[in-house]
């Protein structure tokens, strides 16, 4: 029974020790990957007034209307930094489209538009899935900005303006191959939801066994 308890702590200690190896090297090598594409990309967010279905409509109507601005404003961009000299010199002009949609459909809301960096949750975008973390976004802002937003990336321009979903198309696909290295790409295009719940499933139970 001695010999048993001391089998039995010494599988305890080497499981603990090897789940928290691989934790580390999994969240070391997750965050490595999502700085290096946070370092290449802009996200796009529009963050509606608030939840009921008639601020949701407009924050997609505005949405569609400043996306389609945007896209003729950023025309021969070719990267990140010029992308973001054009936005920061037309934000006036993106609230002005913004505010005019809602003066259009009788709403006297403020919007904001700005360039900012900040902490973004785990997100799916048509087939791919970007980690959280830090990303630099153009957000605006819709009134009180207490609903649910909109996403998509402005650079690469992966932006659509029909629909609800998104979807990334394999020519839009080669602009996100262009920028990002082999690694980081198959990072977030490889990973099917399937996968993604195995993985982290995986770590989960590692998670718990290190726990114990």
């Not at 207490?146 to 402005?154: A, D, L, Q, T």
């Amino acid at each position: 029974m001695v010999y048993q308890r001391i089998i039995a702590s010494l599988l305890s200690v080497i499981i603990g020790f090897t789940g928290s190896f691989i934790i580390t090297n999994e969240k070391t090598k997750e965050e490595s990957v999502q700085k290096g594409i946070a370092r290449e990309i802009i996200r796009f967010h529009v963050i509606a007034n608030s939840d009921s279905e008639e601020d949701q409509s407009l924050k997609l109507q505005v949405k569609d209307h400043v996306v389609t601005c945007l896209s003729e404003l950023l025309q021969g961009a070719e990267s990140k930094e010029e992308t973001r000299n054009i936005i920061n010199t037309n934000l006036g002009k993106i609230e002005e489209q913004a505010e005019q949609v809602l003066k259009e459909e009788g709403h006297s809301e403020k919007v904001k538009a700005y360039l900012t960096t900040c902490y973004y949750p785990v997100k799916k975008y048509g087939d791919y899935i970007f980690p959280a973390g830090e990303y630099e976004a153009l957000r605006l802002e819709i009134g009180k900005a207490e609903g649910k937003n909109w996403w998509c990336i402005m650079y690469p321009n992966l932006c659509f303006v029909e629909g609800t979903y998104a979807i990334v198309d394999e020519q839009k696909a080669e602009l996100l191959k262009d920028i990002l290295t082999e690694e980081e790409f198959d990072a977030i295009s490889c990973i099917s939801e399937g996968k993604y719940k195995i993985k982290f499933k995986i770590l989960e139970t590692l998670r718990s066994l290190v726990d114990k």
